[in-house]
């Protein structure tokens, strides 16, 4: 059983500039709420060690693999709970131009295996709440 999660923000920024932030891994500490740090490099297969810190709940190391990067436009990587089946996310960070300097950026997860269905409630809430504390933080940071 999968479920999805998707988020949404326009940004006043280019796409290069929204691209640029997002991929400067680095810096996550100093602006996303969400995401508090991610280590490695934003490569085609990289493994990362990312840490996120949901909303009201307890902070989670994971380590993703890198599955697409198309500069510019698209980041997504698919993380596991020791198997595959058991608790699968695939993350997607996609970049849209709107014209005008203006970008729409999108944050969608698909989790899916054995634990999602007792999972999902809780989940679902501080996940979204997560995405959209980034979605605003990024805008900030590009923005300022």
């Known amino acids: 059983m999968a479920k ?3 988020t949404h ?8 500039t929204v691209w640029q932030v997002l991929i400067d891994f680095g810096r996550y500490s100093q602006w996303n709420p969400f995401i508090r740090s991610v ?6 297969g990289e493994k990362l060690e990312v840490f996120i ?5 307890s902070g989670m190391l994971f380590r993703p693999v890198i599955l697409t990067l ?12 020791l198997l595959p089946g058991i608790f699968d996310g695939e993350h997607q960070f996609q970049i849209e131009p709107l014209g ?3 970008t729409r950026f ?12 007792f999972l999902w409630s809780s989940l679902s809430r501080r996940t979204r709440q997560g995405f959209e504390e980034m ?4 805008k900030m940071q590009v923005e300022q």
């Open 53 to 57: 810190q949901p909303p009201g709940g």
């Open 106 to 117: 999108i944050q969608r997860e698909v989790f899916s295996g054995l634990l999602v269905p």
């Open 9 to 16: 923000i326009e940004i006043n920024a280019s796409t290069e």
């Open 135 to 138: 979605n605003r933080a990024l």
């Open 4 to 6: 999805a999660l998707d």
């Open 39 to 44: 280590r490695g490099e934003a490569k085609q």
């Open 100 to 102: 005008d300097n203006r």
């Open 70 to 81: 198309k500069p510019g436009c698209e980041l997504r990587w698919l993380g596991r709970f």
